[in-house]
């Protein structure tokens, strides 16, 4: 099995800043794209940042220069460095991972349980 388990959440003020991290574990044979979503109440999942293997970029222009996203291959690891956050920013964020598996070499899609970020003063 493959898990993703998210951490760095938690409250902060306008203004402020969050890391947020997320580990890959299970029995992996390649991670390819990564990236991280979030859900507000009542509206749907959207794309935050993603990377792909070669470490290539997207950010969706609500975050573009605000948000960081980065990866450690070794490590198994995908980082969202998140500043100048703003109260519309609060969400359960969570962490994807495009996995090959190495037992049946199938690649699928594998999501974090979430972690709530709450910007407010």
């Known amino acids: 099995q493959v898990q993703l388990v998210e951490s760095g959440g938690g409250l902060v003020q306008p203004g402020g800043s969050l890391r947020l991290s997320c580990a890959a574990s299970?029995?992996?044979?390649?991670?390819?794209?990564m990236g991280w979503y979030r859900q507000a109440p009542e509206k749907e999942r959207e794309l935050v940042a993603a990377i792909t293997s070669r470490e290539y970029t997207n950010y969706p222009d609500s975050v573009k220069g605000r948000f960081t996203i980065s990866r450690d291959n070794a490590k198994k690891k995908v980082y969202l460095q998140m500043n100048s956050l703003k109260a519309e920013d609060t969400a359960v964020y969570y962490c994807?991972?495009?996995?090959?598996?190495?037992?049946?070499?199938?690649?699928?899609?594998?999501w974090g349980q979430g972690t709530q970020v709450t910007v407010s003063s």
């Open positions: 299970g029995s992996i044979f390649s991670i390819h794209d």
């Open positions: 994807h991972a495009r996995i090959t598996t190495r037992e049946d070499i199938l690649t699928n899609d594998y």
